[in-house]
């Protein structure tokens, strides 16, 4: 009986260290994956930001209506953030192409609005909810080869 009740004690012990190892190795994955993922949203840290944008020459045109719509989600929004966001939002297109002949467009902001999100994607749906997912299969499908986000930080301002 006692060898048969240590066994039993023996395997509820290896049952509850596996079990205990399991959770572990469980939780630091998930605790990994969510530390390292895609960030949902797109905030500044910086005083400022830069996103570069690579389009392909022929969806020009779409990444600029879409861009349109942006414009006007920002300046018709109720939220403050919003419209800060629009007050210093700024988009260019170089002139020089980019990378593999891309069109090269510039957002650039300044200041940028603390806390704020600048995902595309969440300011059209605020504004388009029944349109946003065609705009936004229009907007990604301009792109030859995403977005680069740059966080900057003021080091001088020359004219002050």
Same mark, same amino acid.
């Given at each position: 009986?006692? *060898?048969?009740?240590?066994?039993?004690? @023996?395997?509820? =012990?290896?049952?509850? @260290?596996?079990?205990?190892?399991?959770? =572990?190795?469980?939780?630091?994955?998930?605790?990994?994956?969510?530390?390292?993922?895609?960030?949902?949203?797109?905030?500044?840290?910086?005083?400022?930001?830069? @996103?570069?944008?690579?389009?392909?020459?022929?969806?020009?045109?779409?990444?600029?209506?879409?861009?349109?719509?942006?414009?006007?989600?920002?300046?018709?929004?109720?939220?403050?953030?919003?419209?800060?966001?629009?007050?210093?939002?700024?988009?260019?297109?170089?002139?020089?192409?980019?990378?593999?002949?891309?069109?090269?467009?510039?957002?650039? *902001?300044?200041?940028? @609005?603390?806390?704020?999100?600048?995902?595309?994607?969440? *300011?059209?749906?605020?504004?388009?909810?029944?349109?946003?997912?065609?705009?936004?299969?229009?907007?990604?499908?301009?792109?030859?080869?995403?977005?680069?986000?740059?966080?900057? =930080?003021?080091?001088?301002?020359?004219?002050?």
């Amino acid at each position: 009986m006692t *060898i048969i009740r240590d066994l039993r004690l @023996v395997g509820s =012990t290896v049952s509850g @260290v596996l079990v205990g190892f399991l959770f =572990t190795v469980m939780w630091s994955h998930s605790h990994y994956a969510t530390a390292y993922a895609a960030p949902a949203t797109r905030v500044f840290s910086g005083d400022a930001g830069l @996103v570069l944008n690579f389009i392909k020459p022929d969806k020009a045109a779409d990444f600029e209506a879409t861009v349109s719509k942006l414009r006007d989600a920002l300046k018709t929004s109720t939220k403050p953030d919003r419209q800060d966001q629009a007050k210093s939002w700024k988009i260019f297109r170089a002139k020089e192409p980019g990378a593999d002949g891309s069109v090269l467009y510039v957002f650039m *902001i300044d200041p940028a @609005v603390k806390d704020a999100d600048y995902t595309v994607a969440s *300011i059209l749906s605020e504004a388009y909810p029944d349109s946003v997912q065609e705009m936004y299969k229009q907007f990604a499908a301009a792109y030859a080869s995403g977005q680069n986000f740059v966080n900057l =930080t003021l080091v001088a301002a020359l004219g002050e």
